[in-house]
């Protein structure tokens, strides 16, 4: 089972060519891996899932891209909705300027699944490793929070409403290596519930938590998608 198909996908930025013919999947409830130099159409891949890329004047998109069967740019799909449906997490933790407990109950809101808040909120936080840090101080904001436990709120964030999927960007580059490895454990967990596609520039890190691994080479081509264990024998 897939998440997400994408078909001959190609993305331009003018003239700048950011992903070449790109099919591949996202299996259901695996971390897949993104890796390859800078700039090799790694990030582009992940906005356009939730259709981020749209936002970018310049950008142009040919080839189909499916979110559980649907194409995500068939007329009836609502951009803000499909964006709601995907959790995003960036390199550098950005919490809301607000308190954890709102943080994390945010999507849940503005999706209209606050009914049992409370207890949604706490239960983010478990599956985040973020609850036993924080369960006194909910209503501290989440910006006082170190940068590791910052990030694993943002995952909390992320995750609450239930994703589809759930798509990070170089999640632990901007942390030390404590919190990264705490992040790391993290995102391998996680895949027991939810989906999860990681960008990241670290080849050790790919090999360590994810389950399929898709090389990107420079000129956006993807030159190898499989079994992590496989991609990296040699
Ligand atoms: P990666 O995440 O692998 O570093 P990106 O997806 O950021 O790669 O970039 C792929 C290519 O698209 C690069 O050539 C980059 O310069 C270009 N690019 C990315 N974002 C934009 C943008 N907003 N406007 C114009 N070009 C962009
Ligand atoms: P609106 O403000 O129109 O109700 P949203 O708040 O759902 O819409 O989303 C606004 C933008 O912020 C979207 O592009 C969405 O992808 C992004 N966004 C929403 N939630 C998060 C989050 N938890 N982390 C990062 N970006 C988010």
Redesign the pocket.
């Known amino acids: 089972e897939s998440v997400i198909e994408t078909e001959n996908v190609d993305v331009w930025y003018s003239d700048t060519q950011a992903l070449d013919d790109i099919t591949m999947e996202i299996p259901e409830q695996q971390v897949t891996a993104l890796i390859g130099p800078s700039g090799c159409g790694k990030s582009t891949f992940l906005r356009c899932i939730?259709r981020?890329n749209d936002?970018i004047e310049s950008a142009r998109i040919e080839g189909e891209i499916r979110l559980r069967g649907k194409n995500v740019y068939d007329d009836d799909v609502d951009p803000?909705a499909l964006?709601?449906s995907?959790?995003?997490?960036?390199q550098e933790p950005?919490p809301f300027p607000k308190t954890i407990y709102d943080n994390v109950a945010?999507?849940l809101r503005?999706q209209g699944k606050d009914d049992n808040l409370d207890e949604k909120v706490e239960d983010a936080l478990r599956r985040a490793a973020l609850w036993e840090e924080v369960n006194d101080q909910l209503d501290s904001s989440g910006l006082d929070l170190s940068g590791g436990q910052q990030q694993r709120l943002?995952i909390a964030?992320?995750i609450a409403p239930d994703p589809d999927v759930i798509l990070m960007d170089e999640p632990a580059s901007a942390l030390d290596p404590v919190a990264t490895s705490k992040i790391e454990d993290l995102i391998e967990d996680l895949a027991s519930e939810y989906t999860v596609a990681i960008v990241t520039h670290n080849m050790q890190q790919a090999a360590r938590i994810s389950d399929k691994t898709a090389v990107f080479l420079t000129g956006g081509k993807l030159v190898e998608f499989g079994d992590t264990e496989k991609i990296f024998e040699n």
């Not at 995907?86 to 960036?90: A, H």
């Open positions: 939730n981020m936002l803000v964006r709601r995907v959790g995003m997490v960036f950005n945010y999507g503005v943002c964030r992320a």
